[in-house]
C-alpha cells in the first residue's frame, strides 16, 4: 500500500519560511517523480515544484521560481519544499505527490496559512 505523508505546515508571518517534507513508502521511490502541488481555496490545484527519479531534472511554477526549493533523499525516500520569502498568496493545502507512467498518487495534504 502506498502512503504519501506530508508534514511541516502551519502559520508563518509574511517574508516567513517553511519546510514541508514528504515521507513515501509501499513504493521504490527512486523510480518515481516527485511533485508538491496547492490548492487554494475556490481555485484548482496548480504544480508547485516537481524533480526528476535522479534530481538531474527540477521545475519550478513561475510564482516560486527563486522563492522555493525542491529536495529529495532516494536513500531515505523522502522529497522536501523549502519556502522562503512566503506570502499570503501562497497560502494553501500543500499536496505530495509521487508519479511514474500511469500511476498517480496523493498524500493527505498540509496546510500552510501566511498572514500576519
Known amino acids: 500500500q502506498v502512503q504519501l505523508v506530508e508534514s511541516g505546515g502551519g502559520l508563518v508571518q509574511p517574508g516567513g519560511s517553511l519546510r514541508l517534507s514528504c515521507a513515501a513508502s509501499?513504493?521504490?521511490?527512486?523510480?518515481?517523480?516527485m511533485s508538491w502541488y496547492r490548492q487554494a481555496p475556490g481555485k484548482e490545484r496548480e504544480l508547485v515544484a516537481d524533480?526528476?527519479?535522479?534530481?538531474?531534472?527540477?521545475n519550478f511554477a513561475d510564482s516560486v521560481k527563486g522563492r522555493f526549493t525542491i529536495y529529495r533523499d532516494n536513500a531515505r525516500n523522502t522529497v522536501d519544499l523549502q519556502m522562503n520569502f512566503l506570502k499570503p498568496e501562497d497560502t494553501a493545502v500543500y499536496y505530495c505527490?509521487?508519479?511514474?507512467?500511469?500511476?498517480?498518487?496523493w498524500g493527505q495534504g498540509t496546510q500552510v496559512t501566511v498572514s500576519s
Open positions: 505527490n509521487a508519479k511514474r507512467g500511469n500511476s498517480r498518487y
Open positions: 509501499g513504493l521504490i521511490f527512486s523510480n518515481y517523480v
Open positions: 524533480i526528476s527519479s535522479t534530481a538531474r531534472s527540477i
